[in-house]
């Protein structure tokens, strides 16, 4: 993995590297960036500067939050080789070990919220990505920066909060070196199909010391150095890994929330009642005007009939809906549920009908 050791490397190694020719079905993997822009492209603008307040607090996890670093120690953390982490923890503060690798955490998640604080070294050292690097690697492969980017130059896709080589932040929200930055993200992982095919890239949304810096964005393949990787099939889930770089950046109060998966109905939360045929002239009977109350407050509603349904026209929606026939009485809305029951008088003439939508129903009279 290249991007672990690119800048430990020294620079006549990184020639030899970029120099050696792939093999074919190796260049085949790579994706091609989807912005127009050449990934590192200097003359990509930079975002604007924004001075987020600068009294940060450690925000405290929520009960129901998996702690991944609460300051003691690193249970949670191993390396990609499955051996424990060796990063320094001082003093509540977890910091890059140098040379150490990589940390990751031992457990796999796919969509989380995921809360990070961390800290440039401080007086700063170095310049461009040379300058407090670390990142935060969502699912191990998508890899958000972590720099010092206060007063600090490089390119866009690289500065602290880019999704690297892919999107610059929305704004530059850092803050100097030494203070603690806090970085919330809500990460949805790629969607496949059974066969492997994607569906939906990953989504990634981060708000940078309370300002939203990337808004829902869907990498267009595993941020890497120099060339992105495309996803791998069917991989939903990883660890959560935090880079060395080389450089001693601080991290604090880590945790997370899993996400849970919207759930679809099953086939018998599918199962719809049956829409009859109802002759033309009895649905005239229900038509007209239905009233709720009196004054500005009324509700009404009009009912006009089209083609065997029913046409309910409501206040403050500007086309009416369609109401199908399950009985003489009862009406359905097809895509809400909700239905509509049609009262009689004993002289079996329509005098009302009571509207229910979803947990709220009302009973209006005819008056026309
Ligand atoms: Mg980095």
Redesign the pocket.
């Known amino acids: 993995m290249i991007r672990q050791f690119s800048t430990l490397l020294p620079t006549g190694l990184l020639v030899i590297l970029a120099s050696t020719t792939p093999q074919a079905d190796e260049r085949e993997k790579v994706v091609e960036p989807k912005s127009g822009w050449r990934q590192h492209e200097m003359n990509r603008p930079r975002p604007p500067e924004v001075r987020p307040e600068s009294t940060t607090v450690a925000i405290p996890p929520p009960r129901d939050a998996i702690i991944l670093f609460d300051g003691n120690e690193l249970g949670a953390w191993q390396t990609p080789e499955g051996r424990p982490a060796a990063w320094k923890v001082e003093n509540g503060v977890l910091e890059v070990s140098p040379g150490a690798g990589p940390i990751q955490t031992r457990q796999s998640f796919g969509d989380i919220q995921l809360h990070v604080e961390w800290a440039s070294p401080a007086p700063p050292v170095g310049k461009g ?1 040379d300058r407090g ?3 935060i690697f969502l699912m191990g492969r998508f ?1 958000l ?3 010092d980017s206060y007063n600090a130059r490089t390119y866009a896709d690289g500065q602290a909060g880019a999704i ?1 080589g892919q999107y610059p932040p929305l704004f530059n929200a850092s803050r100097p070196p030494g203070e603690w930055q806090i970085y919330e993200i809500a990460f949805r992982h790629p969607r496949f199909d059974a066969k492997g095919n994607l569906e939906e890239p990953a989504r990634i949304t981060v708000i940078h010391n309370g300002i939203l810096i990337q808004n829902n964005e869907e990498p267009w393949g595993q941020t890497n150095w120099l060339e992105a990787a495309p996803y791998e099939p069917g991989i939903t889930q990883g660890p959560i890994q935090l ?1 060395d ?1 080389g450089h001693p950046v601080r991290f604090r109060n880590i945790w997370l929330r899993k996400l849970p998966t919207r759930s679809a109905p099953v086939a018998s939360e599918l199962r719809r009642p049956e829409i009859i045929t109802l002759p033309d002239k009895y649905l005239a009977s229900l038509e007209g005007e239905y009233q709720q109350g009196h004054g500005p407050s009324a509700s009404k509603l009009t009912i006009s009939r089209e083609e065997g349904h029913l046409l309910v026209r409501l206040p403050f929606r500007p086309r009416p809906v369609r109401a199908l026939p399950i009985s003489r009485m009862v009406f359905v809305l097809p895509y809400t549920d909700a239905e509509l029951t049609f009262q009689s008088s004993k002289e079996g003439v329509i005098d009302g009908v009571r509207m229910r939508v979803g947990d709220g129903d009302r009973t209006l009279r005819k008056i026309q």
Do not use: C
């Open positions: 990505q690097n670390s990142g890899e920066q972590v720099l690297y880079q770089h």
